[in-house]
Nanobody, 124 residues
């Protein structure tokens, strides 16, 4: 069964750090992988994307604080530092085999495979 499974969410105080991971299993391409987040009442927004091993794009709101990486073709990470309350939400891992140019925005429609999400709560 094709699936993506996130882990590492939790509660942290503002200024703290968390590391999210996502493991892919099944027969689908993970050439491009990304993290999205969704806060209650808000649209799902792209946080960071990596294609291949080094073609990376970040949302402006997390640039310099978050780091996306792949351990291998099946494991995606998101190191989050200097967290603030606005970073709270459900974080989703996504994957797809199509190449996405680094200049293109991080949008849900580019990804066919999704995880169930992991909750991140940042308190002030």
């Amino acid at each position: 069964q094709d699936q993506l499974r996130e882990s590492g969410g939790g509660s942290v105080q503002a200024g703290g750090s968390l590391r999210l991971s996502c493991v892919a299993s099944g027969y689908f391409s993970t050439y491009c992988m990304a993290w999205f987040r969704q806060a209650p009442g808000k649209e799902r927004e792209g946080v960071a994307r990596i294609c291949s091993r080094s073609l990376i794009r970040y949302a402006e709101s997390v640039e310099g604080r978050f780091t996306i990486s792949k351990d291998n073709d099946n494991t995606l990470n998101l190191q989050m530092t200097s967290l603030n309350v606005e970073d709270s939400g459900e974080y989703y891992c996504a994957a797809d085999g199509q190449h996405i140019g680094t200049w293109q925005p991080i949008v849900p429609g580019d990804f066919r495979y999704w995880g169930q999400g992991t909750q991140v709560t940042v308190s002030s």
